[in-house]
T-cell receptor, first 111, second 112 residues
Framework: EAQVTQNPRYLITVTGKKLTVTCSQN?????MSWYRQDPGLGLRQIYY???????DKGDVPEGYKVSRKEKRNFPLILESPSPNQTSLYFC??????????FGNGTRLTVT | QKEVEQNSGPLSVPEGAIASLNCTYS??????FFWYRQYSGKSPELIMF????GDKEDGRFTAQLNKASQYVSLLIRDSQPSDSATYLC????????????FGTGTQLKVEL
């Protein structure tokens, strides 16, 4: 089944404790991206990747890191999480110039 | 700052009626337009996309695009309670890789 898989689905952590949210797709998509969704603000892009070893900042990259060592994986790293990073996170992938396919989301709470 | 504007709603329509969802965008260079449906706590799922001026129909859904007015809409015919969700309008910039800028969504409620 073609899908974008994120893990974990739910995560509660404390300020400053490094965490990684994984994202994997099995559709051989070149393009992958991370979004966060907050009430009243909608979906905002954090980082994106056009292909292996090619990443770039989106609209809200502060406090996040990504890497793209393999085509299928695009982890999101929070080196020192803060409460303002409490949000619903979505990974998405696509072929270039095709619609995005979203993962099931990760609800992160930072206390 | 490129913007995509939607009325947050809720938009309430009776079962069987036509629901009309609207979206305006600020970037005249935008090339592709998408409608996603999102149930509460779930991920967005693609409903339709449209690239050219005019109408595009897919089952009960029709997307309408007017680039001169920077306006895109989604019509849902014969609305069903299962259509109750938040509908997200998304716009792809010209030359922006595959980045989508999303509106904040319109909540649709279809009432029995």
């Amino acid at each position: 089944e073609a899908q974008v898989t994120q893990n974990p689905r739910y995560l509660i952590t404390v300020t400053g404790k490094k965490l990684t949210v994984t994202c994997s797709q099995n559709m051989n998509h070149e393009y992958m991206s991370w979004y966060r969704q907050d009430p009243g603000l909608g979906l905002r892009q954090i980082y994106y990747s056009m292909n292996v070893e090619v990443t770039d900042k989106g609209d809200v990259p502060e406090g996040y890191k990504v890497s793209r060592k393999e085509k299928r994986n695009f982890p999101l790293i929070l080196e020192s999480p803060s409460p303002n990073q409490t949000s619903l996170y979505f990974c998405a992938s696509s072929f270039v110039d095709s619609p995005l396919h979203f993962g099931n989301g990760t609800r992160l709470t930072v206390t | 700052q490129k913007e995509v504007e939607q009325n947050s709603g809720p938009l309430s329509v009776p079962e069987g009626a036509i629901a009309s969802l609207n979206c305006t965008y600020s970037d005249r260079g935008s090339q592709s337009f998408f409608w996603y449906r999102q149930y509460s706590g779930k991920s967005p799922e693609l409903i339709m996309f449209i690239y050219s001026n005019g109408d595009k129909e897919d089952g009960r859904f029709t997307a309408q695009l007017n680039k001169a007015s920077q306006y895109v809409s989604l019509l849902i015919r014969d609305s069903q309670p299962s259509d109750s969700a938040t509908y997200l309008c998304a716009v792809k910039e010209a030359g922006g890789g595959n980045k989508l800028t999303f509106g904040t969504g319109t909540q649709l409620k279809v009432e029995l």
